[in-house]
T-cell receptor, first 115, second 114 residues
Framework: DAGVIQSPRHEVTEMGQEVTLRCKPI?????LFWYRQTMMRGLELLIY????????DSGMPEDRFSAKMPNASFSTLKIQPSEPRDSAVYFC?????????????FGPGTRLTVL | AQSVTQLDSHVSVSEGTPVLLRCNYS??????LFWYVQHPNKGLQLLLK??????LVKGINGFEAEFKKSETSFHLTKPSAHMSDAAEYFC????????????FGAGTRLFVKA
């Protein structure tokens, strides 16, 4: 049974370039979350979707960040233009709804380095 | 307002000795509580969760946690540490009151010495 799939696993880009991170949630899960993890700030929730609809994007740091979920099996997180301070590990997670007892299943993460 | 505090940023134990990772939470209602583990360069994996059933929750790899409402605590324990337990551990509180809220603790890094 495939878990949450993220691609790419590693991304190195130069400042100013557009970066697109991809996520495929677990089949049947209808909630999807994007997180960012850094040493300084720990794990931060950026945005989450329920039934493909963005529910709360208050964690998105700036307008340079955008996320979409065009269908139940795919989501993207885009940074345009990228900056060195965006360097982090970005995790996607999915769950079977937004009830408080629903655990989230995490992907392996995308390690982004912006030079 | 919800919050979660992991009382130790680092814990070091010897292999074969008990593990205690401390977590205190604040929630206005009846939350669910989780412990996740993150091994180096990996995603987070659920260890166990409390959802208002039994207060002593058993998880994977011999870990367990006890929900103590009077102390607002959800400490993670294991009787005997193994080298493979070296990882970062996150305590998480989740509630639905006022909208979906899931708060991650800052994490506790567990070191296991041979």
């Amino acid at each position: 049974d495939a878990g949450v799939i993220q691609s790419p696993r590693h991304e190195v880009t130069e400042m100013g370039q557009e970066v697109t991170l991809r996520c495929k949630p677990i089949s049947g899960h209808n909630s999807l979350f994007w997180y960012r993890q850094t040493m300084m700030r720990g794990l931060e929730l950026l945005i989450y979707f329920n039934n493909n609809v963005p529910i709360d994007d208050s964690g998105m740091p700036e307008d340079r960040f955008s996320a979409k979920m065009p269908n139940a099996s795919f989501s993207t997180l885009k940074i345009q233009p990228s900056e060195p301070r965006d360097s982090a590990v970005y995790f996607c997670a999915s769950s079977h709804g937004l009830e408080k007892y629903n655990e989230q299943f995490f992907g392996p993460g995308t390690r982004l380095t912006v030079l | 307002a919800q919050s979660v505090t992991q009382l130790d940023s680092h814990v070091s134990v010897s292999e074969g000795t008990p593990v205690l990772l401390r977590c205190n939470y604040s929630s206005s209602y009846s939350p669910s509580l989780f412990w996740y583990v993150q091994h180096p360069n990996k995603g987070l994996q659920l260890l166990l969760k409390y959802t208002s059933a039994a207060t002593l929750v058993k998880g994977i790899n011999g870990f367990e946690a006890e929900f103590k409402k009077s102390e607002t605590s959800f400490h993670l324990t294991k009787p005997s540490a193994h080298m493979s337990d070296a990882a970062e551990y996150f305590c998480v509180v989740s509630d639905r009151a006022g909208g979906f809220k899931t708060i991650f603790g800052a994490g506790t890094r567990l070191f296991v010495k041979a």
